[in-house]
């Protein structure tokens, strides 16, 4: 009777810790459902129907495909992308690098700190103030803008440059986070391994490419994945900078923005639902490639 009661009780302390795991599990799943897995579905269900609710197969992908607005909108994206990708992977890496092996622990939390601060402006405060730091008549860095050559706003804001902008707005508002999560990835390392690599002779540097770098892997592709896909879904960025810009710049210039003019000006909510399958396939592509490429969900065994 004495060893059937602990038993019992361990049964019984696992069952209570499996239950409050799904109660913590269950207001985010509820979420999931309402306002992930549910409109994903709904608008799979536009995009292979027509207004009347009568379906049409792929004709909505053709139909958006065919459009002359559409390739432009995926070349000014994918354009976006690559600068992107390539910015917020190679120097946030490297700034956490930095800042892990170079610096001393306070000056270094002083500097994640202050790189993190952008982060906490929301999307359109932070086009507002880059909008007023890219207008040469009031911005304090006037001098730099018409010495690069641009004498006004207009000219700052041609179509040519927008990329650049618009990387330049995403990598100050949100690099510092992924600054922070990759300096907490570096933490992991353990110390012994380091030390080994300084003393078999390897610099900072060559530590950071054969060793840092190839550790912390997965966090690398995790970032990438989640930068990528906030990437895709731009929207306030170049639809504040068209309205600031009086038109200069083009509305349907990325595919949300495309996707926005289908739905609220031409009333065509099938076309808009197809242009979102379009990009998340594309994302789910890319993610795909980047967790078979980084064994991202693999087990290390102990």
């Known amino acids: 009777m004495s060893s059937v009661t602990p038993v019992r009780r361990r049964a019984a302390t696992r069952g209570r810790a499996g239950l409050a795991g799904y109660l913590f599990v269950s207001g985010y799943a509820i979420l999931l459902l309402a306002f992930g897995i549910f409109p994903t579905v709904y608008a799979f269900f536009l995009a ?51 800042l892990r092996s170079r610096m001393r622990p306070r000056l270094s939390a002083i500097f994640r700190f202050l790189y993190y601060l952008p982060g906490a402006l929301a999307g359109v405060a932070s086009v507002l103030v880059w909008l007023f730091m890219l207008d040469p008549a009031v911005s304090p860095v006037s001098w730099l803008l018409r010495s690069l050559g641009f004498a006004d706003f207009a000219a700052v804001l041609s179509p040519g440059d927008l990329p650049v902008i618009l990387v330049l707005i995403a990598f100050w508002t949100g690099a510092g986070g992924w600054i922070v999560v990759m300096y907490g990835a570096l933490n992991n390392i353990p110390d012994e391994v380091l030390e080994a690599a300084r003393t078999d002779g390897a610099g900072p540097w060559k530590t950071a490419w054969h060793i840092q770098i190839p550790m912390i892997r997965k966090w690398i592709a995790y970032m990438a994945i989640l930068a990528f896909a906030g990437g895709t879904q731009l929207f306030v960025e170049p639809q504040m900078l068209q309205t600031a810009s009086l038109g200069r710049v083009s509305p349907t210039w990325s595919p949300n923005q495309l996707a926005y003019v289908f739905a609220f000006q031409h009333g065509d909510f099938n076309g808009a639902a197809a242009i979102s399958i379009f990009l998340l396939a594309l994302g789910l592509i890319c993610a795909a490639l980047l967790v078979t490429r980084s064994d991202l969900f693999k087990v290390d065994e102990s």
Not at 59 to 74: E, G, L, M, T
Not at 77 to 95: A, P, Q
């Open 48 to 98: 292979l129907t027509n207004d009347r609710g009568q379906f049409t197969g792929l004709n909505q992908f053709i139909k958006v495909a065919q459009d002359y607005r559409f390739a432009p909108a995926f070349l000014n994206i994918s354009l976006y992308l690559v600068m992107w990708l390539l910015s917020v992977v190679v120097l946030t890496v490297v700034v956490a690098i930095v």
